[in-house]
């Protein structure tokens, strides 16, 4: 029978040409993943240098760092590398696992739980943001609120915390919920008057709430090994999120969080968890009210089983 052969018949053309390997790209990501943590370790060890304001540590609690006075023009240059590098890492990472590298997740999450630690001891590198937080649960804690009056106004000019603050040029009052100043407050009345040591708890909840969405995310994927992998990539191990959330100590990460743990309550048609769910979602709008784009995208995502549930016998009525 004439005609085109059949790959696998005798006759077929064969192709000789070997797929891409992926053990590079995976040594590439795994050097610019430690690279870019490396970095940001050290920038955070050197202390808070300009555009950032000093502060004075307070050992032997965390964070630990230098006062090593990095000049003003090459500050911002380490952490713009490690964005850079983990980036770059984070798209070599993903190609290889497309490609076929599958690293073990468990050896991911220990990865994670190291990085965060690491992360977690040291001031914010490259934000004054915690700085703020810090105010504001100062404020709160003793009595004020932090919606009406900037930081400035309400702490005593004795106040650690005041000096601080007053040198950055605005010190606007809170943007944030009433979630996320119950964290400060919690953090402020642990640490007293030392800044250094409330932005420590201030982190601390961060680590708490990043691992605890590193093992949600887990859960969710964990009957499917790649996808298990791609998820620890982008989040677990994903530098850009260890910069921002760990690295810089935004506030995000609660929110992340309570929004990754609503995720499992949304995932069955069962009116228990569903409710839990929401209850989720609107403790992370508490913490910025940003989220509410998040819960809007999840609402929709899952309309059609909240129909299902709404005419389950079990749903509230």
Known sequence: ???TPVWGEPGAKVSHRKPLGHAWMARAYLAALCTSIALM????IAGPSAPLVSFPAAPPWPPWF???GIPPALSPLAPLLAVVLGGAGLVAGLVAVRRGWQPHPGQLILGSIAAVILLMLIPPVASGDPVFYAAY????ELGGNPYVARPIQVLAPWDSIRSVISHYPVDPPSRYGPLATL???VASKLAGDSLARTIFWLKAWNAAAYLTLVLVLDRLVRPDRARRVRVHLLWSLNPLMLFFLMADGHNDAIAVALGGLALLGFRSINARRAWV???LL????AVKVSYALYGLSLVWVMRRSLRS???TPAAPR
Do not use: D, K, N, P
């Open 1 to 3: 029978m004439s005609g």
């Open 309 to 311: 549930l709404a005419r």
């Open 66 to 68: 230098l006062h090593s």
């Open 277 to 279: 769910g929401g209850v």
């Open 282 to 285: 609107v403790c992370a709008i």
């Open 183 to 185: 964290t400060e407050a």
């Open 137 to 140: 649960g100062r404020i709160a």
């Open 41 to 44: 370790a050290a920038q955070g």
